[in-house]
């Protein structure tokens, strides 16, 4: 079964600074990878995924991520964040369950805190 | 509706109580999800529902959960005597295709249950 390891649960980060966020998953067989942001009292939204093609994908409000195979990560970049970013991010691959749909694996998500 | 609405959206019940929590998919969601949250966790899978047919529930932690989607359209999740550790965060996710991956899920709120 896959797993997703988000190492970093708290991450501080002054406005208009860059951001990572780290995300590694453990099978290297073809996935589909997601990053969700879930906002305070809100549900998940999705914020960027990649299924196949180009390996740098990126969203609307500037965050970008890119698949490495060969590191087995998808890791989330945004070059520089906003007060508005502060939320929890969680990274998810998808899992063939048992009836053939896939659903998603997620990871212990990381808090992105932007300070003023 | 225009998004995954969930009731309630907190219900505080005593250990041994049973309780049900209602999701509303988006009309025409063939497929429907339920995960669950812990504090400070990411989301786990529970359990899948394409139209009626309940095609995969590995996810369910104890024979005390059940849920249910009659008419393919609204779902209930019920939990009886309910203990201490099944206080979380209970999140529905719904999406237009049978292999939701490419469509992408639609996350309700969540309903937040904490058993005292």
């Known amino acids: 079964a896959q797993s997703v390891t988000q190492l970093d649960s708290q991450v501080p980060v002054f406005e208009e600074a860059p951001v990572e966020l780290r995300c590694n998953y453990s099978?290297?067989?073809?996935?589909?990878l997601f990053w969700y942001v879930q906002y305070p009292n809100q549900g998940l939204q999705l914020l960027l995924k990649?299924?196949?093609?180009?390996?740098l994908v990126e969203s609307i409000n500037g965050f970008e991520a890119e698949f490495n195979k060969s590191q087995t990560s998808f890791h989330l970049r945004k070059p520089s964040v906003h007060i508005s970013d502060t939320a929890e991010y969680f990274c998810a691959v998808s899992d063939l369950g048992t009836s053939g749909t896939y659903k998603y694996i997620f990871g212990t998500g990381t808090r992105l805190k932007v300070l003023a | 509706g225009a998004g995954v609405s969930q009731s309630p959206r907190y219900k505080v019940a005593k250990r041994g109580q049973d309780v049900a929590l209602r999701c509303d998919p988006i009309?025409?969601?063939?497929?429907l999800f339920w995960y669950q949250q812990a504090l400070g966790q990411g989301p786990e899978f529970l359990t899948y529902f394409q139209n009626e047919a309940q095609l995969d529930k590995s996810g369910l932690p104890s024979d005390r959960f059940f849920a249910e989607r009659p008419e393919g359209s609204v779902s209930t999740l019920k939990i009886q005597r309910t203990q201490q550790e099944d206080s979380a965060v209970y999140l529905c996710a719904s999406s237009l295709g049978t292999v939701g991956t490419n469509y992408g899920y639609t996350f309700g709120s969540g309903t937040r249950l904490t058993v005292v």
């Open positions: 009309s025409g969601h063939v497929s």
């Open positions: 099978s290297s067989v073809s996935v589909y």
């Open positions: 990649y299924l196949s093609g180009s390996t």
